[in-house]
């Protein structure tokens, strides 16, 4: 069992920055990769990047590259998305997710096991 807690939205003019932190207990040595995910009212679930646990590697959605930046401490178990240059397209209920066995397609919502309660973000105009 996996528990994932997301933190750090809030309202932000666009083009600033906010950090947003998730905080995984539970059985986090069976985590191979972390992602995160946000929502819009009214739209699908949207990939926005992951990463992975054990080795180097992460993947962006097109949407953030170069904006967002996801980073993690593992000792902490505790996974970071900078977001920098915010537009109000952002705004939305961001998720981070665990996928433990590291399989499937990643950028899926569906493959991940455990999710977090989500945290609103919100950029003005």
């Known amino acids: 069992q996996v528990q994932l807690v997301e933190s750090g939205g809030g309202l932000v003019q666009a083009g600033g920055s906010l950090t947003l932190s998730c905080a995984a207990s539970g059985r986090t040595l069976s985590t191979y990769t972390m992602g995160w995910f946000r929502q819009a009212p009214g739209k699908e679930r949207e990939f926005v990047v992951f990463?992975?646990?054990?080795?180097?590697?992460?993947y962006y959605a097109d949407s953030v590259k170069g904006r967002f930046t996801v980073s993690r401490d593992n000792a902490k178990n505790t996974v970071y998305l900078q977001m920098n240059s915010l537009k109000p397209e952002d705004t939305a209920v961001y998720y981070c997710?665990?996928?433990?066995?590291?399989?499937?397609?990643?950028?899926?919502?569906?493959?991940?096991?455990?999710w977090g309660q989500g945290t609103q973000v919100t950029v003005s105009s």
């Open positions: 990463i992975r646990w054990s080795g180097e590697g992460t």
């Open positions: 997710a665990v996928e433990n066995d590291g399989r499937g397609l990643l950028t899926s919502a569906g493959v991940y096991d455990f």
